[in-house]
Each structure stands twice: as C-alpha cells, then as structure tokens.
C-alpha cells in the first residue's frame, strides 16, 4: 500500500507521528509518502522539515513559502500532480476546510481513490449554523474513514455522517519520551516543594486561550504563580491586565519557546493549566502529562474527556464559569502530598496515547478506507457532480 498523507506545514510532532507510522508501514510492506504545502506558517514557529523523513518520504510543494500566501487554485494544481506522481492508494487529509483538503478530496473522487480525514474538530467548538452544518456533512460522507482525537471528535464525525465504527481515536498525539526526559521537581523526593506553587500554560496569546479569565482568578488566589509560554496578537491586553491587577510578580510572560525547550519549561511548573473557551484537543495538554504533572483543564478542550481522570491526574472546569475556576485553585493545595501521585498517574494515562497510538490508527483507517472503497465505491451522483466541483 501507498498511503499520502497532507498538512499545510509539518511540525515537530507531525514528523514525529510520520516517522512511527513509517516504521510500522515499512514492516508491513507499506509505504507513507508526507505532503508539506509549504515549509512556512506565520502562525506556527516551527524549525525547518528538512532534515525529517528518515521512515517516510517528505515532498514540499512549496519551499521556502508561506503557507497563508497560497492561493486555493496553485495548491490544487500542485497538490494534484503530486499525487499523480506519488498514485496511492490511499490519500490522508487534513479535515474538510482547508485548502488541500478540498483539493486532494476532489483528486480522490475523481481517481476512485480511498481517502482517511484527520479530524478533531468537536460539536461545541463554535455555533453551528444548520447551512454550514449541511456542507460539512455533505463533505465528511465522502470520506470512507478517520483518524480523530478522541471521543468527543468521533462522536461529531458520526452526527455529520461518518460511521463511529471506521473512525479511530489518535491524531492528536506527541513523542511522550521526548517530554519525559527531564524529571519534573513534583516528583522529585527531598526537595522543598516551590512557593508559591506554579501554574504554567503553553498556549498562543489569543482571546479564546482565556487568559484574560486566568488572570482574574489569580488576582483572588495569591497562593499561585503562572508561567505563560507562547506569544499571539492578544500580548498587549495582557500586559496592560497584569499591571491593572498588580500581579506583574506573580505573573510571567516567556514569549515564544522553541520547541526544543519545552521539557525544560515543563520542569519549572508544578501544575500545567490549560484554561481554553475553545480547543479542538490541547496538545500541550499531552506534553504535560508526558512531563510528569498534575493537569488543570477547560472541560472545552477536547481532549479533557480522555485525557484527564477527576481527582486522579487532575482537574476539569468550566471556562464560562470562573467560580469552577476558582474552586479548583483552592482545591489543589489542599492536596499537594498528592501532586507527585496525580504527576504519575498523568504519565500512566498518557502512555497509551503516544505514537504508536497514531502509527497503528492510521494504518487501521487506511484499510478501512481502502476496504470500503473496494466493496462500496461512492458512485452517488452528487459524489460525482462534487469532484468536478473541487
């Protein structure tokens, strides 16, 4: 089997994910060909993918561009003539909206090629209008399986059309070891522990991270320090709130981290917090746990569902209700004996969502695709009018 498999940009944990499913793939007689659009994402400070693609082959159709910059009909064609040249037999894509994903969908119709959608998008993520609704469903039936987050992501797939039995939990997934490296001070023995205790979040400074919530919270807890590692648009009204509510000592803003720091960044926290209104999954989420710490988490992430067990490896809450906030603020410290327990239990769960998660998952969805493809090809005639529309 030939598998293709798109993103607009690859980070580190694409190529991580890429590289144990390329591994798996080879072992079976398989091959997994990754498309990068373009090799710059001003959103996303990622290192160069030039140097990954040792279990996979890496084609960048674009390099040294910039992936907003692209317009829909110059990826289309590019993308087109790759995977006329790569010819799969399966085709990988990124969910439904997206420039490639529409475009590689089409090429799949068109060719009688089995296609997977990598999907964590959940119901509540924003308001759901019946006309978009109805789009999205239309597109999400033309695919023969997924690979998604977890529960809440395979539950919309399954109301938008997608059979929960061809999808497959796991596309949101980091190297676990990479992150356990370093040993977390929660669970190191004979060190005083920190005070005050530290909250850190790694998230991009945008309105729906609710750090502006956060920060609120902390101005009635002075029993908490918070750490924030990320940059975005929303640093300035950050700033000017820090110094409104007097918490200039209390608070630290790092800017943007390289990915190659992270572990050591996790290391100065005691509790990672992510305080989202909105999040597909939280994969910073994963790096903490990987890292050995107690989890505090917006129960709108999706991954709150099956990542964070209550009172075990920590804690969930409601973003739109700061006192949900508040009472787990309070609730920590009263057990902090327990944080090195939560920390492991944290490490425990996460485990068994790593990469060999994605690596089997992946492979699982695409023969499931090509099974399907096989036995029932789409031969709709509205499937027939999309893919000369895309």
Known sequence: MIA???YATFGPFHSARLEAAGVLGKARGHTLVGIQIASGQTDYQWPAASSYGKDYQLRTLFPGQEY???ESGEIKKALCQALNEINPQVVVLPGWGFKESVAGLGWCLRNGVARVVISDSQAIDNPRRPGRQ??????????????AGGQPHIRYLARLGLPARRCYVGCDVVDNAFFARITNPVEQENIPPREPPVLLSCLRLLPRKNVLG???ALAGHPHWDWIIAGDGPHRAKIESEIAELGLKKRVRLLGHVDYMQLPEIYAQADVYLQP?????WGLAVNEAMASGLPVVVSNRCGCHEDLVKEGVNGFTFDPRKP?????????LPACREQWPEMGQ??????????LDLFAQNLWRACDTAIHQQSERPDRRLATRALSRLI
Not at 134 to 147: E, G, I, M, P, T
Not at 276 to 280: D, G, M, R, T, Y
Not at 323 to 331: C, E, F, G
């Open 4 to 6: 293709a498999i798109a």
């Open 68 to 70: 907003w910059k692209l």
């Open 134 to 147: 109805w789009v999205k469903s239309f597109l999400v039936k033309r695919f023969q399986a997924a690979l």
């Open 214 to 216: 956060v920060l609120e």
């Open 276 to 280: 989202s209104l909105s999040e597909p």
């Open 323 to 331: 006192s949900t906030l508040s009472k787990v603020l309070d609730q």
């Open 345 to 354: 239990a944290s490490r425990d769960i996460i485990r068994e969502w790593g």
